[in-house]
């Protein structure tokens, strides 16, 4: 089943992508970022210190009402029977938010995988993996809490057999999260099972769950963890992947633009025999508060 592995670590939102000589892929994705501030040029309490402080909420928040365009690139090392080829997957990630009343907004998620992935003979496969789109029913927030409910589907984009499943795939998504002071956590967790495509290809049964915890700091400054949990449950070993770990991040401004950074490692603690015991995330985030608000 290639192009499980990739599939996982493409997809905050679900799909296994698996590399060529290891028994499952490693999850994508991930959602949460923070935003930015001058810090230098700013002081606590100002109205653009406050404006940063709400706009580094939402940017931490997957379902927020903000448009966004993350590039998330998670970098696996240690594949393999000798534990030296290495899995890429940078996932383009446009977040766009729609007001279908006062009351309730639709949160669009997509994932586009770029994956490159050990092939034969210590080569490596580059290519576009398997899309994954995501759509949120947002209600307006009660208190601290926001929740968002949808579907999530896997389409058979990959340009290559080993990038993708071959399958056509749909399930239920949810998102919670909680805000309080300078906290934000909560979770995002969906199932996807395919439906049709390839009949000589694996079906897909993926599980995947990200909780993610975030703590603003001074200065834009801000302390994350969010592990990417997947289950591949048409594997009959090594089901799970179990990353720990976490990282650190800013919001900053390039003139008026406001982007969100952050670099983030995990162990992969729990993995299948054949899969990488590190993975690096590293991402870059454009924010657009006014389209998003």
Not at 79 to 102: C, E, H, M, T, Y
Not at 181 to 205: E, H, M, P, T, Y
Request: charged residues 10%; aromatic residues 8%; hydrophobic residues 45%.
């Amino acid at each position: 089943m290639p192009g499980l592995v990739a599939l996982a670590l493409a997809s905050s939102s679900v799909g296994p992508v698996k590399a060529e000589g290891a028994d499952q892929a490693a999850p994508v994705a991930a959602p949460v970022a923070n935003p930015a501030t001058k810090a230098d040029a700013k002081q606590a309490g100002s109205p653009e210190a406050d404006a940063d402080e709400s706009l580094a909420e939402k940017a931490q928040n997957p379902i927020a009402n903000l448009i966004s365009l993350p590039f998330q690139n998670n970098t696996t090392f240690g594949l393999g029977p000798n534990q030296d080829r290495v899995l890429n997957v940078l996932n383009i990630q446009p977040v766009v938010p729609f007001a279908l009343s006062k009351d309730l907004n639709l949160v669009t998620r997509t994932i586009l995988p770029v994956v490159s992935q050990p092939a034969f003979a210590g080569q490596q496969r580059t290519g576009l993996g398997d899309i994954n789109p995501s759509f949120f029913f947002v209600p307006k927030p009660r208190g601290a809490w926001t929740l968002g409910f949808g579907p999530t589907l896997l389409l058979p984009t990959a340009t290559d057999q080993s990038l993708g499943s071959g399958q056509w795939g749909a399930g239920p998504a949810g998102v919670a999260v909680y805000t309080k002071g300078a906290w934000v956590a909560g979770a995002l967790v969906n199932q996807i099972w395919s439906f049709a495509g390839d009949r000589d290809r694996s079906a897909v049964s993926a599980f995947l769950v990200q909780p993610f915890l975030n703590y603003n700091l001074p200065g834009g400054w801000y302390l994350v963890s969010a592990p990417i949990i997947t289950a591949n449950w048409q594997s009959t070993s090594g089901q799970w992947i179990l990353p720990v770990g976490g990282g650190v991040g800013r919001l900053f401004r390039v003139g008026r633009q406001p982007m969100n950074a952050s670099i983030q490692a995990y162990g992969n603690v729990i993995k299948p025999d054949g899969f990488g015991g590190v993975t690096v995330r590293a991402q870059i985030q454009f924010l657009f508060p006014t389209g998003g608000s």
